[in-house]
Each structure stands twice: as C-alpha cells, then as structure tokens.
C-alpha cells in the first residue's frame, strides 16, 4: 500500500484528495481500511472501509456514444464493442467501439429496424438482432454482416414462433433463442429454439 503519508494544510470546511495505491498478486478480495487523522488534533478522525477484488481492473469513465439510446443490445467481436439499435433516434443505427482507441465510429443503418431492439448475437461473423414494436411481435431477424457492414433479413418462421423480447445468444455455431412472449404481458415462453445459418433450419430443443 503506497499513500501520501500526508497532506494539506486543509482549512476549516475545506477538502482535498489523495490516491491510495493497493497492489496483490492474487485474485483474491481483500478489505482495506483507510483512516485519516487531524494532525492538530488526533482526536478528529476519519474512516473509509472498501473491499477490492484482486487483478478485477477499475471502472473508469471511457468515451460516450454518439447518440442517446436505451434498450440497445450489444455485442463483442473482434475485441471491438457493437451497440445495435435501441429505442430513441437511432432506429437501426450501428455504433462501434474501440477499446485500444477509446473511440467510436459508425457502421451501417438499417433504417427498418423496429425501434425495441431486444437482443443480438453473433454467429459466424454476423450480428442477429430480433427487434419489436409496441404492439406487434418480432417476426423477422435482422442480421449485420460485420465484414460487408451491410444488413440482410430472415423471417423467423421454419419452428420459431413471432416473439417479444426473447434472450438470445450465439453458442458452437448456432443462433439460441429462448424464453420471450408469445402475446403481450402474460405471454412468456419458456420454450429454446436453435438456429443453425449453415442450413437455414430451427430446431424446437425445449
């Protein structure tokens, strides 16, 4: 533990910062408690107790997106970051990021892409998103090709049914979909549906 041993001097209703320096080997958590003490007065005191995670990193701020967006699913390929879609302006906007840069740029839109993106995956290359609207199910993937950056559709069908916001993610090669609702509100599924693109089929697994 590296600290700066002291600072100030601070006036009355005044403050300051100093950085904490913790270093260990592991992986394991350990508790570390910081105290501080008037060195006019020893009485006065001041406690702060955290708890670290050994090689956990630390959160940071790191550059914003370009546009204001919720309900927008992300995707990591490539050691780069894709946030497709969401709800707000950016009905099938594309943003991507990159970590070593801090940066974001901009891929192709899709610009008929409902505005409730609910999940996305990637398979093979290529970004499936299922997208609602308020009132009618999603009855079509849509499918961002990261190399062409280009967008293509497939209707679900083929033993997939129509869906809203169902979970989805891309596993040895196949497209998962589960859970999701079959009819608003009461509607939820706790069926698994496989897609596998080299064949063009879905398969009910559960």
């Known amino acids: 533990v ?3 041993g002291s600072i100030g001097p601070i006036a009355d209703g005044a403050s300051d910062t100093f ?3 913790v270093t260990f080997g592991d992986t394991s958590t350990q508790i ?17 107790t955290m708890t670290l995670t050994g090689s956990s990193g630390f959160w940071g701020n ?20 894709y946030s497709i879609g ?10 991507i990021y990159d970590p070593g840069t801090d940066t974001w ?28 609207a308020t009132s009618t199910p999603a009855n079509t993937l849509f499918i961002y090709n990261i190399a062409g950056d280009s967008w293509s559709t497939l209707s679900l069908g083929g ?13 040895g090669g196949f497209l998962w979909v589960m859970g999701g609702g079959t009819v608003p509100g009461p509607g ?3 069926a698994l549906y496989r897609y596998d693109p080299g064949t063009d089929t879905w398969t009910t697994m559960s």
């Open 105 to 132: 740029t901009a891929g192709a839109t899709e610009p008929t892409l409902p505005t409730y993106t609910n999940a996305a995956a990637e398979v093979g290359g290529n970004i499936y998103c299922i997208s609602d």
């Open 188 to 190: 939820n599924s706790a």
């Open 2 to 4: 590296t600290h700066p």
């Open 32 to 48: 570390f408690d910081i105290e501080i003490e008037d060195q006019g007065n020893p009485a006065i005191t001041a406690s702060s």
């Open 19 to 21: 950085d904490v320096n």
């Open 159 to 171: 033993g997939c049914p129509d869906l809203w916001a169902p979970g989805m993610v891309g596993y």
């Open 62 to 81: 790191a550059a914003p997106l370009s546009n204001i967006r919720m309900d927008n699913p992300t995707v990591v390929y490539n050691g780069l970051l």
């Open 86 to 95: 969401g709800y707000g302006t950016v009905n099938g906007s594309v943003e």
